[in-house]
C-alpha cells in the first residue's frame, strides 16, 4: 500500500485542490490561521502559484493571499 507524504503548500501548483495535514509553526501563526480557517482535514484550492508574490488560496468558499513563508510551513496531502 502507498502512503502518501505530505508536502508544503507553496509547492502545489494552481488549480490543484489539497487537504491540510498539519501546520508545522509556532502558537501565535497557528492561532492565527485557525481562525482564517486553516484547519486540519480543510480542503484548499490553489488559485493561484506562482514564483513570485503570495499564493491565492480558496477554502470553504472565501479566498484570501498566503505569503511564501507562511504557505511554507502549512502541509497538505
Avoid: H, W, Y
Wanted: glycine share 10%; with cysteine; aromatic share 2%.
Amino acid at each position: 500500500m502507498e502512503t502518501k507524504q505530505s508536502i508544503p503548500l507553496s509547492a502545489v501548483k494552481a488549480g490543484q485542490t489539497v487537504t491540510l495535514t498539519n501546520i508545522d509553526a509556532g502558537r501565535g501563526l497557528n492561532s492565527r490561521l485557525a481562525s482564517m480557517g486553516l484547519l486540519p482535514n480543510v480542503c484548499i484550492t490553489v488559485v493561484r502559484n506562482t514564483d513570485f508574490g503570495p499564493i491565492m488560496i480558496k477554502v470553504k468558499g472565501s479566498k484570501m493571499m498566503l505569503g511564501k513563508g507562511m504557505a511554507q510551513k502549512i502541509m497538505v496531502l
